[in-house]
RNA sequence: UGGCCGAUAGUGUAAUGGUAGCACGACAGAUUCUGGUUCUGUUUGUGAGGGUUCAAAUCCUUCUCGGCCAGCCA
């Protein structure tokens, strides 16, 4: 047998994917079509991208397609600026939507006209009921509602309405398009829903086209057939519209079925999700902006250094069911370094700094030692690093008194400088309050690259840089934007559970010279430390400016914090 | 005393009447010029009761718990 063969009876499929191979056995669809259909009215997330990668990479494994539509049919939320983050959002995950690119508002004319068919044959009425009339008619959830005064207003009557009502002849809210079916139904979606409005609002495609516009029940249903969607994937609050989807899709008589099928939208632990609670974060000066790297935007997350691959990897281990779940963040960072391990370069930088002097190195040489640029990808070479008499390591590193297994620096004992030599601590220098502000140690010429054949055991080995070739800049470390798992399970108040310390701007960090040449956007490891970014929005070619994008893992760190 | 949907280790997700598995996490160990990576092992699970069956996570039934719905938002 073959291994892909073998992958291939291994593989266990999602209910959706389950759904989709019928179709495709029993011939219902040759072959598939998708559709990301976000509402240009703020930025995307994490969850979703779990969506895009859903809809897209369905396209992509049955050889189908997969169309970008914005339902644009709410001109007073909506904005360009949206437009384009969105696209630029799912092309930044790797997906191309080629020509199928769409907009609910290319259809208001077709929707029209349909709207139209509908009152023909009786099954929809322009409604005079005032909004609040139109919600105390609707009854309960509990108790069924009663017909409006106006549902059996003739055909005649509906189509002269609401001719009148596209004319531009009423003021916002005057009228509303309703459908009729059943105002006693248990399902509220189908006590007569609203199918047209009135809002004199200029839209950001069709500006002062149209003074009407449609509902989402409506639109969305109707688009999917005019696209030939035939699997019109959405998330599980929309379960309750399906019966109305398929009511709009049979009453207009549009030839094309297609299926709407809900999901479990993605929770993540640790931040919020909702566009308002994103939107207050910003709006209240929380965080910097919709793509501060704290944010659960794909924008935030690209700024922060997630790699793309890492957000796709993600959203195929998360799984696709109709369970309310909520995702362990470690599995995100989990992806996250899984990727960058393969990719970043690793390079050296200090954000603690305390100074060593090797005592027995000579003043004014300064030798160049080869470092591997990525022990995981031979392929990505290697460049020499500056080597001198006065350095900088880690101020964690050291420690005058060690616990038991601290392998770090200490007096009397040596550790291995990464790339340069075996270093053993002599002196500790102190200022006037006790404080170590200097280290004296020694060198082993003979362990020159890091290594002696002599069969020394050197459990420790740190990073460093050399006093005078390194340079100084500020790098910017961010945590978790919220201290609880679910933010405001105690208090009810999630902004109580807001990290204070998510954002801290480390000056005075000694970073390696090769890293004053990172361009703008480009993932590194500072080894042992984590992973960085060179801040796309802030760096220079030549100035860059570090985020972190996620630590490594730190078992000592935990050993520690655990004592 | 409305309707719809859901419930499997800490978390997420498989098993579609036939050995409850995988991933992340946690813990322990091995390896390692990153206390990283890699590798090995351990721990913990079918919401409850009843029924059908040789056999139930799976089918039936009752219950419990959770989510969503009363926008002229999507």
Not at 31 to 39: A, D, K, L, N, Y
Not at 54 to 68: D, K, P, S, T, V
Not at 390 to 419: N, T, V
Request: overall charge negative.
């Amino acid at each position: 047998m073959s291994e892909s063969s073998r992958n291939q009876e291994e593989r266990s499929l999602h209910f959706i994917q389950r759904i989709i191979e019928d179709d495709l056995a029993t011939g219902k669809h040759t072959s598939i079509v998708t559709r990301f259909p976000p509402e240009p009215n703020g930025y995307l997330h994490i969850g979703h991208a779990k969506s895009i990668c859903l809809n897209f990479g369905l396209a992509e494994a049955y050889q189908g397609r997969c169309h970008l539509r914005f339902d644009d049919t709410n001109p007073e939320k909506e904005e360009m600026e949206y437009i384009e983050s969105i696209q630029k959002d799912v092309q930044w995950l790797g997906f191309d939507w080629k020509e199928h690119l769409y907009f609910a508002s290319d259809y208001f004319q077709q929707l029209y006209d349909i709207a139209e068919l509908l009152i023909k044959k009786g099954k929809a009425y322009v409604d005079s009921l005032t909004p609040e009339e139109v919600k105390e008619y609707r009854g309960t959830l509990t108790k069924p509602g009663r017909p409006s005064p106006d549902r059996e207003r003739s055909v005649e009557e509906n189509l002269d309405l609401f001719r009148s009502m596209r004319a531009g002849d009423f003021p916002d809210g005057t009228y509303v398009l309703r459908a009729k079916i059943d105002m006693e139904s248990p399902n509220l979606n189908m006590r007569d829903p609203a199918l047209y409005r009135i809002k004199h609002a200029s839209h950001p495609r069709t500006g002062s086209q149209w003074c009407i516009y449609p509902m989402y029940d409506y639109t969305h249903p109707l688009s999917d057939a005019f696209e030939g969607i035939t699997h019109s994937i959405c998330t599980l609050e929309f379960e309750d519209h399906r019966p109305l989807y398929d009511w709009c899709v049979i009453e207009s008589e549009f030839p094309h079925q297609p299926r709407q099928i809900e999901f479990a939208r993605l929770n993540l632990t640790y931040t919020v999700m909702s566009k308002r609670r994103l939107l207050n974060l910003v709006r209240d000066g929380h965080v910097e902006g919709w793509s501060d790297p704290r944010m659960p935007t794909i924008s935030g997350i690209r700024r922060r250094g997630y790699p793309p691959q890492a957000i796709r990897d993600f959203s195929e281990r998360i799984g696709v069911a109709k369970t309310y779940s909520t995702v362990d963040f470690a599995l995100l960072e989990h992806c996250v370094r899984e990727d960058l391990n393969i990719h970043a370069p690793r390079a050296m930088a200090v954000l603690d700094p305390l100074k060593v002097v090797i005592t027995n190195y000579p003043e004014d040489q300064v030798e160049f030692l080869e470092a591997d640029n990525n022990p995981e990808d031979p392929s990505a070479g290697s460049r020499s690093i500056p080597f001198s008499r006065e350095l900088f390591i880690e101020r964690e590193d050291f420690m005058e008194h060690p616990p038991k297994k601290f392998f770090r620096l200490s007096p009397g004992k040596e550790i291995r400088l990464k790339h340069a030599y075996y270093v053993t601590c002599t002196d500790v220098v102190k200022d006037d309050e006790g404080t170590v502000i200097e280290l004296h140690c020694t060198y082993d010429p003979a362990s020159r690259g890091g290594w002696t054949d002599d069969g020394r055991k050197v459990k420790g080995t740190s990073h460093w840089v050399s006093a005078s070739h390194a340079w100084e800049s500020d790098v910017i470390i961010y945590d978790k934007l919220f201290t609880s798992e679910v933010p405001g399970a105690e208090t009810g108040d999630y902004l109580d559970d807001f990290n204070p310390d998510s954002k801290q701007v480390i000056p005075g960090c000694k970073l390696e010279p090769s890293l004053k040449e990172t361009a703008p956007g480009t993932n590194v490891q500072f080894l042992r430390k984590g992973y960085f970014f060179s801040d796309p929005d802030v760096s220079q070619p030549g100035n860059p400016v570090f985020i972190k994008t996620v630590g490594l893992k730190d078992t000592w760190a935990k050993k520690m914090k655990q004592s």
